[in-house]
Every structure is written in C-alpha cells, then in structure tokens.
Nanobody, 116 residues
Framework: QVHVVESGGGLVQTGGSLRLSCVVS????????ISWYRQIPGESRELVAG???????YYDSSVKGRFSISRNNADLTVFLQMDNLKPEDTATYYC??????????WGQGTQVTVSS
C-alpha cells in the first residue's frame, strides 16, 4: 500500500529553484530514514538525498551544495529544497521510507523539468 505522496515539481529554467514535499503516512516516521530518489525514463532510480530520524543527512555528489533536505516530524513531511537547478536534474522525483523500499512500493512521484 502506497503511503508516500510527493509534490512540488514543475518546470523551471536553469538556475531556478523548486521545493519538493513528501508526506509519509506511517506511525514510525519520527525514527525513519527518508530518502529522495530520481529517475529518468529507461534508467534506474538513483539516490539523491536522505535524512535520518536523528537528522543525519546524505547527499549524492551531483547535488551536494545545491540541494538541501529537511524534515518536519509534526507534519510527517520531508522537504527537498533544490537550488541552482541544471538540465541534468530533470527527472521524476520520488521519496520513500524503509518499509516502502523493502516492499518496493513507490508513490506517483513528482516531475521536475529544467529547461536550458
């Protein structure tokens, strides 16, 4: 059963910004490691960033310094602030929690398109 909902994608020009949101409907959210992935058609999903329940953060080298992940435990939401966007950031962005990853259950994602 899908329990994540992503939103916030859109079309922006190179150098623009977007803020993605991920609402995770689970009782274990506070302690869960929540990850953002992205996928281009025909390619595998790639891990972009992740945040642990204690605030530990990971960024892929391709987005470090441009993207910022944060969470609001009260609202069961994880955010991905994306600045200085590049055309190569164009993809469908997904978030997931450990349960979803284990069961390979994904939300609908949110499309990010960066024009050159």
């Amino acid at each position: 059963q899908v329990h994540v909902v992503e939103s916030g994608g859109g079309l922006v020009q190179t150098g623009g910004s977007l803020r993605l949101s991920c609402v995770v409907s689970t009782d274990t959210f506070i302690g869960d490691y929540i990850s953002w992935y992205r996928q281009i058609p025909g390619e595998s999903r790639e891990l972009v960033a992740g945040i642990s329940g204690s605030g530990g953060i990971y960024y892929d080298s391709s987005v470090k310094g441009r993207f910022s992940i944060s969470r609001n435990n009260a609202d069961l939401t994880v955010f991905l602030q994306m600045d200085n966007l590049k055309p190569e950031d164009t993809a469908t962005y997904y978030c997931n929690d450990p349960d979803g990853l284990t069961k390979n259950v994904w939300g609908q994602g949110t499309q990010v398109t960066v024009s050159s």
